[in-house]
């Protein structure tokens, strides 16, 4: 089974940065798709960013221009540096990993971590 941990959320101003990390671990995995997803409360789980295979990346146009996500995939991480942030930024963002793990697929998901846009 493969386990995701995400860190770096936190409460920033508007027009501030915050950088979300997320790490898998398990036995013998290998990840092809990582994303990013959020949840506003009262509202349902959006798509923020992808990166699949650790190139190709995907971004809901709410976000595009203002977060980058990146993968290092020795170290199965993915990074999602989020800059000019909104008030409407404000949710709970989780990570997502796809991948085989002992010829198995899974889809795992990460806690969340809280990220709070607000002056």
């Known amino acids: 089974q493969v386990q995701l941990v995400e860190s770096g959320g936190g409460l920033v101003q508007p027009g501030g940065s915050l950088r979300l990390s997320c790490v898998a671990s398990?036995?013998?995995?290998?990840?092809?798709?990582m994303g990013w997803y959020r949840q506003a409360p009262g509202k349902q789980r959006e798509l923020v960013a992808t990166?699949?295979?650790?190139?190709?990346?995907d971004y809901a146009d709410s976000v595009k221009g203002r977060f980058t996500i990146s993968r290092d995939g020795a170290k199965n991480t993915v990074n999602l540096q989020m800059n000019s942030l909104k008030p409407e930024d404000t949710a709970i963002y989780y990570c997502?990993?796809?991948?085989?793990?002992?010829?198995?697929?899974?889809?795992?998901w990460g806690q969340g971590t809280q990220v709070t846009v607000s002056s």
């Open positions: 990166i699949v295979r650790g190139t190709s990346v």
């Open positions: 398990g036995r013998s995995f290998s990840i092809y798709h």
């Open positions: 997502n990993a796809l991948g085989r793990s002992n010829y198995t697929r899974f889809n795992s």
